[in-house]
């Protein structure tokens, strides 16, 4: 997990953590997922998304700039899979959460 929080931007393959790991494949995904209640590949898509959703918040950062900083080559893809995790897509959410952070600072 830890490995995965420091490259959660960089591509890889389950062999290739597997193999950072030192563990097969099949006991990598059943220990992560006892622990964590997702996979390995999951985790790292919301690790990427929360990153997301920070540098739009805080940085100001376009949708587009923000998958892209996270790792994301599509934002199609990444627009698609932040509406998934969030509920809506990224500049809705994003309005919805300065909405509600401005409303709580009155």
Known sequence: ???LREHFREL????ELAAHVNMSQPSLCRHFS??????PLQ????LR?????????TEDKSAETAAF????????????????????????DI????????????
């Open 1 to 3: 997990m830890n490995w």
């Open 12 to 15: 890889f393959s389950l062999a």
């Open 34 to 39: 006892r622990i964590t209640g997702t996979s």
């Open 43 to 46: 985790f790292q898509k919301s």
């Open 49 to 57: 998304l929360y990153e997301a959703q920070r540098l739009m918040l």
């Open 69 to 92: 900083a996270v790792g994301y080559d599509s934002p199609t893809q990444f627009n698609r899979e932040y509406k998934r995790q969030f509920g809506e897509p990224p500049r809705r």
């Open 95 to 106: 309005e919805r959460l300065l909405t509600a952070g401005a409303a709580l600072a009155l």
